[in-house]
């Protein structure tokens, strides 16, 4: 039963690494792009926001 958890635990900690890491990378790509543009950089934050829900959409295979 243990063994059962630790599963469980390792794939839901694994997915949290992923969405995390393209909201960040997202992120840093927005502020980039904010700062190359001369946008304030509280926009940089859509595009973590895009980028996961891309990542959502490809993931789940809605079409």
Do not use: N, W
Request: hydrophobic residues 60%; aromatic residues 12%.
């Amino acid at each position: 039963m243990g063994d059962f958890f630790s599963k469980l635990i390792r794939g839901i900690v694994q997915e949290v690494v992923k969405v995390v890491t393209a909201f960040g990378l997202g992120t840093a790509g927005g502020a980039a792009l904010c700062l190359y543009y001369g946008i304030p950089l509280i926009f940089s934050l859509v595009g973590g926001i895009v980028l996961v829900a891309l990542m959502l959409v490809f993931v789940a295979g809605i079409d």
